[in-house]
């Protein structure tokens, strides 16, 4: 099956920098979605992409559906300890990658 | 709203034991799904349903079943445990069906350690 690439596993930044990730694919997805998942809880939608070059903000966190559609871009600005967690990327194709496939997850810790 | 619920939060294990994952969604989603979550590994799909009285395998089924009788509910059962079932166990629900791209909905977790 296809699998998304999410690298490094464990990010550290200082609080008020920016940080980016990235989620690269084997396959073409026709939708990519990103969560976060704080300690002890399950994950949550943090920003859902459906077009191509779509680049869409949710306050701090913009995140971008790559033109070749076959990778997609988290930033965080001006990070703030509550932003530690783990973020994962997910895609979805269509016909035999039609299902929700998720990356491996970034750990992300924020010193104050 | 209280979305997916999970039950129980933990729950440990004797190898051989049998148990029930509960999973109940109140936000009428046709879709539901169960995912382990293991260091490193990401999150893996062990099965999934379109909508009552169907299901279907995910990435990792063995060792795992599912029925599906409600829309509302998605039990996960162990029939009998293995220490390779210590993980966490997610549940999730959508609207439309991954087929859609509608976003997954989690419940909080189970974490289960099989001894």
């Known amino acids: 099956g296809q699998q998304l690439n999410q690298s490094p596993q464990s990010m550290f930044i200082q609080e008020g920098e920016d940080v980016s990730m990235n989620c690269t694919s084997s396959?073409?997805?026709?939708?990519w979605l990103w969560y976060k998942q704080d300690p002890g809880e399950g994950p949550v939608l943090l920003i859902a992409?459906?077009?191509?070059?779509e680049l869409t903000s949710n306050g701090r966190l913009t995140a971008q559906f790559g033109i070749t559609r076959k990778d997609s871009f988290l930033n965080i600005s001006a990070s703030i300890p509550s932003d530690v967690g783990i973020y994962f990327c997910?895609?979805?194709?269509?016909?035999?990658?039609?299902?929700?496939?998720f990356g491996k997850g970034i750990t992300l810790s924020v010193r104050p | 709203n209280a979305g997916v619920t999970q039950t129980p939060k933990f729950q440990v294990l004797k190898t051989g034991q049998s148990m029930t994952l509960q999973c109940a969604q109140d936000m009428n989603h046709e879709y539901m799904s169960w995912y382990r979550q293991d260091p490193g590994m990401g999150l893996r799909l062990i099965h999934y349903?379109?909508?009552?009285?169907?299901?279907d395998q995910g990435e990792v089924p063995n060792g795992y079943n599912v029925s599906r009788s409600t829309t509302e509910d998605f039990p996960l059962r162990l029939l009998s445990a293995a220490p390779s079932q210590t993980s966490v166990y997610f549940c999730?629900?959508?609207?439309?069906?991954?087929?859609?791209?509608?976003?997954?909905?989690f419940g909080n977790g189970t974490r289960l350690t099989v001894t």
């Open positions: 349903s379109v909508g009552a009285g169907i299901t």
């Open positions: 992409l459906y077009k191509a070059g």
């Open positions: 396959s073409i997805f026709n939708t």
């Open positions: 999730a629900s959508s609207y439309g069906g991954q087929g859609l791209g509608s976003p997954l909905h």
């Open positions: 997910a895609g979805q194709g269509t016909g035999a990658n039609s299902k929700l496939t």
